[in-house]
């Protein structure tokens, strides 16, 4: 081992594994690319940050996770316990003696509908943040990112509350568009996540992923005690067959890479948990390391064999999703103006 991080003899590694699509070149020689002789024990630099990086993703996930199952839970407990009345038509509501009170402009009603356009409004806070110089100083554009889109996953539940779960109309097609919009951003987020980035949200060159790539790879050889070559081809994917062009097939190639991921960590796992002639096993908290560095590594590898075709498709998604999010914005503001201007809606 100490030869291997000896910056005076550099290893080197297969450029194909980076870029296997036609549409992607591949990068810089991670020969031409040497090794600071401190790379393994000084915290601040390149090695800690695949480490970092797979730790905080982990972490945001689990707290998107708990954030989103509570903005979901509330109204789906509504839903469950007022069922009866929502299973009515219009004239049995009427009668109800709960109609007051869940009615669109009854306090249950309109707090859930004063919420969705609260939260409706705030996405739109999303691009505003991105484009206007302003507002570039407000957090990193990653944690907008992933407050937009827990707004835009809950939003369609709680507006159903707010409507009754009664879609006619102005309302039915608000409604609409404000689901399509939902479904299109979730897409637009699995690209989005696709794209090899930051903390921040800015997005890596591909200079800066060749020098994170070689990086981790140094630091799963050094905790494994396995060489760089043998690391490298146990995380190396599968090459593509043919070439992907089209959004639908982009898509499934991600898709695929993706599900390849899972089970290719889950061998490495199993044949890395055991000792080895000559290298014992990895105890509970060094496995864990390893495979969190492991699994952002391929995760590179896979977003740069095919980040030409994900930028292509990812432009493509913008001009499809921007018209529906901008007939969904309308038909929220008209419904909102009328249903106070007609007294629908009676405001403290």
């Not at 200079?207 to 995380?235: C, F, K, Q, W």
Request: hydrophobic content about 50%; charged content about 20%; overall charge positive.
């Amino acid at each position: 081992m100490s030869q291997f991080i000896n910056p005076a003899r550099p290893y080197t590694m297969n450029r194909a594994s980076v870029a296997q699509a036609a549409d992607v070149p591949p990068g810089p020689s991670f020969e031409a690319l040497p090794l600071p002789a401190d790379a393994l024990v000084t915290s601040g630099t390149t090695p800690k940050t695949g480490t970092e990086k797979a730790g905080s993703a982990a972490r945001a996930f689990r707290v998107d996770d708990i954030a989103l199952a509570w903005l979901l839970a509330v109204p789906l407990a509504v839903t469950v316990r007022f069922l009866p009345y929502y299973l009515m038509d219009r004239a049995g509501r009427v009668r109800d003696p709960l109609h007051s009170l869940l009615f669109p402009g009854g306090p249950v009603g309109l707090a859930f509908g004063l919420t969705g356009l609260g939260f409706f409004l705030f996405m739109w806070l999303y691009p505003l943040r991105k484009r206007v110089p302003l507002l570039r100083g407000l957090g990193n554009v990653g944690t907008w990112l992933r407050i937009h889109v827990l707004a835009g996953l809950s939003l369609p539940l709680i507006v159903a509350v707010h409507a009754g779960w009664r879609f006619t109309g102005l309302i039915g097609l608000g409604y609409f568009a404000m689901t399509l919009v939902c479904m299109s951003g979730i897409v637009g987020r699995y690209l989005y996540s696709h794209i090899p980035r930051r903390r921040n949200g800015l997005e890596l060159t591909r200079d800066e992923v060749s020098n994170e790539r070689r990086a981790l790879l140094t630091r799963i050889a050094a905790e494994s005690g396995l060489n760089p070559t043998e690391v490298e081809s146990a995380l190396a994917l599968a090459p593509i067959r043919g070439a992907r062009t089209g959004p639908g097939r982009v898509l499934l190639q991600l898709v695929a890479d993706d599900l390849a991921r899972r089970r290719a960590l889950r061998d490495v796992r199993r044949r890395w948990s055991h000792p080895r002639p000559g290298v014992p096993a990895p105890d509970a908290t060094a496995l864990k390391n390893i495979m969190q560095m492991a699994r952002r590594e391929m995760a590179l590898q896979q977003q740069m064999r095919v980040l030409e075709a994900t930028h292509r498709v990812f432009r493509w998604w913008h001009v499809a999703h921007l018209p529906v999010a901008l007939t969904a914005l309308l038909a929220v503001l008209v419904h909102v103006v009328v249903a106070v201007w007609i007294g629908g809606v009676r405001l403290p």
